[in-house]
């Protein structure tokens, strides 16, 4: 069986940077790829210090398609946003000030990792908080999705005018160079009691061990692999009714469902269908009492105006684009422009649908 394996390692460059987290990397990469994958063979995508959230996004997202067992390792340092307080991984660029747009919010690994069958993915991580993010893991956790097992440890800011050494991902690629891999567990009580043997952890030590094979998402997976797009739609349409009547049309269990039937057609090729779903769940988490700029609602604009982009139709692209003009109006999102786009490519439909065919 064939696995993927992504490591990861961030922080920022100058004085901003808590840990030298690229210094992992030669240390993992000397590590069979079979074996940080724990499979019979795997592909392993590295993304040293990179400059733009679009870049590890990109990355994580052909990872997360990918099929087999995925592990994702991370080392980096955490930092909140000013606007909405919530953690992101810093990147080269980010600095206190521009962490909204410079980094890589850590919600977008769960939304990524969501679809993927239980028991099949799993978070390694080494991360080093600033003073303010110690304080909010402390009180909220780190939230990387039901279905993904995470094992690793944050840990506290270092000494004023220092720089950290990414202790824990160090000892874990160590213990692999044996060649073995041990069971994820076990890996990380192991390299917990490497790094404790040099002194008391003040880390919040982060163990969890992911979902009961019995998830509906494995079958969902099962489906689209086999390109069974339609009995996908039909068992997730018939979880999403199950979540309305339990839980109402509004209820994150329903727009879950909702959400994932967007992906779902967008692996089916339905650029169209995918785009209008998404509509409908940012309208839906609006019409909830959303804010514009929570994360659900930005990432549910953001996936509608990505699908509409590949609508081939001109009449649908129009009618939709209508629509997805309105939401970027209230959901403008972190890129710069995206609304400039939106009216732009409309206005480009609308010449090319009143100019003359040439023959």
Not at 34 to 51: H, I, K, Q
Not at 67 to 93: E, K
Not at 299 to 309: I, K, L, M, P, S
Request: hydrophobic share 45%.
């Amino acid at each position: 069986m064939a696995g993927t394996v992504l490591l990861l390692a961030a922080s920022p460059v100058g004085r901003g940077c808590l840990v030298d987290a690229a210094s992992v990397l030669p240390v993992l990469a000397a590590v069979p790829p079979a074996v940080l994958a724990g499979t019979d063979t795997a592909n392993v995508v590295e993304l040293a210090d990179p400059l733009e959230p679009q870049a590890v996004l990109t990355r994580l997202r052909a990872a997360a398609a990918a099929p087999g067992p995925l592990t994702v390792f991370v080392t980096g340092q955490l930092q909140l946003d000013r606007r909405q307080h919530l953690p992101h991984l810093a990147l080269a660029r980010t600095t206190a000030a521009s962490v909204r747009y410079t980094a890589f919010p850590w919600h977008w690994f769960r939304e990524e990792l969501r679809l993927r069958p239980g028991g099949t993915t799993t978070l390694v991580v080494d991360l080093h908080a600033d003073a303010e993010s110690w304080q909010w893991v402390g009180a909220h956790g780190l939230d990387s999705g039901r279905g993904t097992a995470v094992h690793g440890r944050i840990a506290p800011p270092p000494p004023r005018r220092s720089v950290a050494s990414p202790a824990y991902m160090k000892a874990v690629a160590t213990i692999l160079r044996s060649g073995r891999r041990p069971p994820l567990d076990q890996l990380h009580q192991q390299a917990l009691a490497r790094i404790a043997a040099d002194g008391p952890l003040r880390d919040l030590v982060l163990s969890t061990p992911g979902p009961a094979p019995a998830d509906p998402h494995v079958a969902l997976s099962t489906a689209v692999r086999e390109g069974r797009h339609a009995d996908a739609d039909a068992l997730a349409a018939q979880w999403e009714q199950a979540a309305r009547r339990a839980h109402g049309p509004g209820s994150d269990e329903a727009l879950h469902w909702s959400e994932v039937r967007a992906d779902l057609a967008m692996f089916a090729g339905d650029a169209a269908r995918s785009c209008r779903a998404w509509l409908a769940v940012a309208s839906a988490r609006l019409a909830a009492g959303q804010a514009p700029d929570a994360p659900a609602v930005e990432a549910a604009v953001d996936r509608a105006h990505h699908q509409w982009t590949s609508i081939r139709d001109t009449d649908r692209a129009r009618d939709l684009g209508a629509a997805l003009a309105e939401l970027r109006g209230r959901v403008p999102g972190r890129r710069e422009g995206a609304l400039d786009h939106v009216l732009g490519q409309l206005r480009q439909l609308d010449a090319r649908r009143e100019s003359p065919t040439r023959v």
